[in-house]
Each structure stands twice: as structure tokens, then as C-alpha cells.
């Protein structure tokens, strides 16, 4: 683990000056997916990081492969199974920061796997953590934990909320295994509920301009609140959750104008110069995704729209980001969607 004990060196007249601190290593779970990734990538020109990926069966892209393979000073890969813990025991070994995205998505009927994969795969990676005397785990988790939000009633970091989705439950419970466990430890917990991070090359926006282009988008005609974040502000505060001291606790990350999902998905078509998305019954949409999920359990293959993402989808969220400016990001580059959808092109 790198020390934070300050080093001197000799100058040339003689005088002594501190050394710098080593690099602070950190470990980002999930570095193969669509956040992850671009986490990885942001991280790769600081000299004062060192990068541990880990990846299971998912390949990394090949730039950060490559990252690995000519920086291997800074950059290396370890392969780990969240469920084997021993695994895990070493991937964590000798990092300063664990960054958690990793989990299981596109697969159908989630209510039955993700109590395992996100809950009890988080705690074999927070056990590891805690046997090694990790400095700080960051937890990527969500404003649907506590439920219906709006503008005016922000989630502002509770844990005794009761989510309706099987997602938003199983990830509150992460937060709480984090919160609880870390108690009277040297680990510092962060939690950073991240409202929906939007840009080029982000999966959520892309799949709705693919299907935009096609003319098959359509959502719900009830108007839902959802709190944005463009990318590059993704990037900046997170960032600063796994490198700043003294941060610590719940962070909700969001723009300074929360929209309706209707909202932004009319302004993001303009962007694309494609038709405005279909508003449609929501029987319909929670029938379009039965039958996905029929369609990938037979066929054994991914299934984009499931009924908990419907359910997760329907519920209005937003968050209180006064911590969050005040510590990981005073200002933002894209304080608003309106300022920032030109990045989805």
C-alpha cells in the first residue's frame, strides 16, 4: 500500500525538500465495461496513479491492453472471479483504492441472479478489501436507492428506503454492507450515486440513438425526473473520489438542471436528426420487454430490455450534490443537459 509519509531529498545547495509521494494505486473491478473503461482511460496520463484493471471474462479493449503491455510501470491486468474470493485476495493486494463497477447486466429475469451478483459478490470484494487494510473502496451505485425522487425532495443519501426494482434493492444493500462494515476501520467507504452519464460512446445514449435512427424508440408518456451527468463531469468527480484526501460517505453526482426523461430524450433525438421517441402505453413497453426476455432465455443470449428496467426506468430520481460539489467537483463543465447534448453526437 503506498505510504503517506513524506520523504525528503537533497537539493543541490544542500537544503532539504519533501519527495514526492508514490503513485496511489488503484484497483478499478468492471475496467472491461462501458464506464470502467473510460475511468481507466481518463487515469492513464497522471503520473501520480497506478492502475490495476481487473477484468473476469470480458476482455479489455485494446487500447488499455495495450496501455498494459508498454506502461507496465503504471498500467497492469489481473484476472479475478468475484465469486472466488480467493481471487480476489490477490487483485486487492497492495492497492491503495478499489473502485467497484463490476456486475452482471443484459441478462434475463435480473430479480434472480443480482441478489448474488451484486450483493454477495460485492461482499467477497469488500471482505478482501478489509483483510488487506484497504485505504478506500468506491462504490459506482445509483439515486434509485431511496426511491421516488424529485427536484424538490432529493435523495440526500438515506439507507432505509425501500426501492421497487430489484436493481435499486440489491445495490442499497451494497451501500449499507459498505457503510456498516467499514465502521471502525483504517478503510475510508465512498459511495457515489451517479445520475445517468450521458455522451458519445456511453451504452445507454447509444442504444436509444440506434434505436432512435430506426424509428423504434418509445417510452412512457407519465413525464419522470432523472438527474444527468455529462461524461466528462463523470470522469472529473469520480476521479477525485479515488485520489482526494478526506472524502468519505454518500455522494449523489448530477448536473444543476434535473429534466424528465421524456425531456431529454426529445432533445437528444434533435440532436441526432431523428424523429422524437413514440409515446406509448406502458402495457405495451412492459410487454416489448417480456418478450425480449423470452426471447434471450431461449435463445440464450442478452437481453437489452428487461421488466426491472422498466421498473427501475419509471422511477423519478434526483439527488442532493451539494457534497459532491463542495469536495469531488465545484464546477461543472456541463452544468446542464441543454449545455452538454451536443456531445451525444
Not at 194 to 213: C, E, F, H
Not at 218 to 230: K, Q
Request: hydrophobic share 40%; charged share 25%.
Amino acid at each position: 500500500m503506498a505510504s503517506d509519509d513524506v520523504r525528503s531529498e537533497s537539493t543541490e545547495s544542500g537544503t532539504a525538500r519533501p519527495a514526492p509521494n508514490p503513485p496511489r494505486r488503484i484497483l478499478i473491478t468492471g475496467a472491461a465495461g462501458n464506464l470502467g473503461s473510460r475511468l481507466a482511460r481518463h487515469l492513464l496520463d497522471r503520473d501520480d496513479v497506478h492502475l490495476r484493471l481487473m477484468t473476469h471474462r470480458t476482455p479489455l479493449p485494446p487500447d488499455l491492453t495495450e496501455a498494459a503491455h508498454t506502461s507496465q510501470d503504471r498500467v497492469e491486468i489481473v484476472r479475478a472471479d468475484l465469486a472466488n474470493p480467493t481471487s480476489l485476495t490477490t487483485a486487492v493486494r497492495g492497492v491503495d483504492v478499489v473502485v467497484h463497477f463490476a456486475g452482471v447486466l443484459f441478462a434475463p429475469r435480473p430479480e434472480r441472479f443480482l441478489p448474488t451478483t451484486n450483493t454477495a459478490w460485492f461482499s467477497n470484494l469488500l471482505d478482501a478489501s478489509l483483510a488487506e487494510s484497504i485505504s478506500r473502496v468506491v462504490l459506482i451505485s445509483f439515486p434509485h436507492t431511496e426511491g421516488p425522487t424529485t427536484p424538490d425532495n432529493p435523495a440526500t443519501g438515506r439507507l432505509d428506503r425501500t426501492p421497487i426494482s430489484a436493481h435499486a434493492r440489491t445495490r442499497l444493500e451494497e451501500e449499507r454492507l459498505l457503510l456498516t462494515r467499514t465502521e471502525g476501520t483504517s478503510t475510508d467507504p465512498v459511495v457515489l450515486r451517479l445520475g445517468m452519464v450521458y455522451g458519445r460512446g456511453i451504452l445507454m445514449p447509444d442504444t436509444a440513438r440506434w434505436l432512435a435512427k430506426r424509428r423504434l424508440l418509445g417510452v412512457w408518456r407519465d413525464p419522470t425526473w432523472i438527474h444527468l451527468i455529462a461524461t466528462a463531469d463523470y470522469l472529473t468527480a469520480t476521479t477525485a473520489a479515488a485520489t482526494r484526501p478526506d472524502i468519505r460517505g454518500i455522494y449523489h453526482l448530477g448536473d444543476e438542471q434535473p429534466i424528465t426523461l421524456q425531456q431529454a430524450l426529445d432533445q437528444a433525438c434533435d440532436v441526432w436528426g431523428t424523429r422524437r421517441p413514440w409515446r406509448m402505453p406502458l402495457w405495451l413497453i412492459r410487454l416489448a420487454a417480456r418478450l425480449t426476455e423470452l426471447g434471450a432465455t431461449l435463445l440464450r443470449t442478452r437481453s437489452p430490455l428487461t421488466r426491472d428496467f422498466i421498473e427501475i426506468g419509471r422511477v423519478s430520481y434526483t439527488g442532493d450534490t451539494t457534497r459532491a460539489r463542495a469536495d469531488l467537483i465545484p464546477e461543472l463543465r456541463y452544468p446542464t443537459f441543454e449545455a452538454g447534448r451536443h456531445t451525444l453526437r
